[in-house]
C-alpha cells in the first residue's frame, strides 16, 4: 500500500464515512462532502462545455476531431454528486479512446427518487442515438450509484429496442437495492469510505419502496442481462459494496454477457477515479484501457 494511499484511506474514515441517525442528515452530509475541492488539470485538448441531450442537461468535455462518446454518469449514492468531479478522470480516459465526453446532469434523490436518474441517462443515450451518433462508437460508464446507473442503461436499451454501447464500464457499482446484510455488514468496519448505515440511507432515498427495490432498472444484479453489451468491472474486496459485484458478475455470466473484473484488496471505493493523486489508481486506469473492447482502443 502506498503512503497516498493509506493517507486517503485515513482521510476518507475522517471525512465521508459517518453514521448519521437520519436519512436526511446523510444525505446533507453527503452532498457537502463530494463536491470537488478543487479543480484538476483536464487532459490536453479538451476544453469543458455544456448541453442539453434529450431534455437533460450536461456538462461535455470536447477535443477536435474525436470519432467517438463516452457517457459517463457520476456516482454519490443517487443523493449527490456532480460531473465536476469526474473531468480529469473522464478526461483522460477519453484520450484514450479518442472520445468526447458527455456527463449528464441527472435527477437526484429523495427529491426525485426512482426512476427519475435511470429515464434520464436512458434520454442522453436515445437522443444520442437519435443524432446519428453511432452505438457501437459510445463507451457507457460510471461509478458507484453511476455504475449502476450506465447498467440501468444497458437494460432500458435492449427493452426499449435499441441497439447496444460497445461496452460498459462500471467501478464499485450498487446494483442491488435488496441487498441487506452480508458484505454491507461484514466489511462495515473494514471499508474505508462507506457504511452500512450510510448505504441503507441511500437505499431508502433512492428507492423508497419494496418493489422499486426490486426493480432491474434500480437493481441491475437481479435483471436478465442477456443480449447487454459487454462489462469492465472494478471492486476493491474492502468495500461493503463488494457483494453488489459478485452477484452483477454471476448474472452477467449466465445471460451471456462478456465480463472483465479487476477484483483488489485494500483499496478504496471508486479507486480508479483518482489518478491524480494514487500509483494504484493509475495502474488500474491502465488495467481498464487494456480490457475495453479492441474497437474503443484502435
Known amino acids: 500500500m502506498s503512503l ?8 476518507s474514515k475522517i471525512t465521508i464515512k459517518r453514521r448519521p441517525a437520519q436519512l436526511s442528515d446523510s444525505v446533507a452530509h453527503f452532498r457537502k462532502v463530494v463536491r470537488p475541492a478543487l479543480p484538476l488539470r483536464l487532459a490536453p485538448g479538451y476544453r469543458i462545455g455544456k448541453s442539453d441531450v434529450g431534455g437533460v442537461p450536461c456538462a ?23 460531473p465536476e468531479t469526474y473531468y480529469n478522470f473522464c478526461s483522460r480516459l477519453a484520450q484514450r479512446i479518442n472520445a468526447r465526453v458527455i456527463l449528464p446532469r441527472y435527477r437526484l434523490a429523495p427529491e ?15 437522443a444520442l442515438l437519435a443524432d446519428g451518433v453511432p452505438a457501437e462508437s459510445i463507451l457507457v460508464g460510471g461509478d458507484s450509484a453511476g455504475g449502476s446507473l450506465s447498467l440501468s442503461l444497458l437494460i432500458g436499451a435492449r427493452d426499449s429496442g435499441l441497439p447496444q454501447p460497445c461496452a460498459c464500464l462500471a467501478l464499485s457499482p450498487a446494483t442491488d437495492m435488496s441487498l441487506e446484510g452480508g458484505s454491507h455488514a461484514r466489511h462495515d468496519r473494514i471499508d474505508p469510505m462507506l457504511s452500512e ?15 422499486s427495490r426490486l426493480d ?12 447487454c453489451a459487454p462489462l469492465v468491472i472494478t471492486v476493491s474486496r474492502d468495500e461493503c459494496l463488494y457483494d ?40 488500474d486506469f491502465e488495467w481498464i484501457v487494456k480490457h475495453l473492447p479492441a474497437a474503443l482502443r484502435q
Open 4 to 11: 497516498r494511499l493509506h493517507i486517503f484511506r485515513t482521510l
Open 244 to 283: 453488489h459485484t459478485v452477484k452483477l458478475v454471476a448474472q452477467a455470466r449466465s445471460g451471456g454477457v462478456a465480463v472483465e473484473l479487476l477484483e483488489r484488496d485494500g483499496l478504496l471505493h471508486i479507486w480508479p477515479t483518482l489518478v491524480p493523486f494514487l500509483p494504484e489508481a493509475r495502474r
Open 60 to 82: 461535455t468535455l470536447e477535443a477536435d476531431n474525436t470519432t467517438r462518446t463516452l457517457i459517463y454518469i457520476h456516482g454519490g449514492g443517487y443523493v449527490a454528486g456532480m
Open 112 to 126: 426525485h427518487p426512482f426512476p427519475a436518474a435511470p429515464d434520464d441517462v436512458l434520454a442522453v443515450y436515445r
Open 197 to 211: 448505515t450510510l448505504i441503507d440511507h441511500f437505499r431508502m432515498a433512492y428507492t423508497p419502496t419494496q418493489a
Open 216 to 227: 432491474p432498472r434500480a437493481s441491475p444484479a437481479l435483471a436478465d442481462l442477456s443480449n
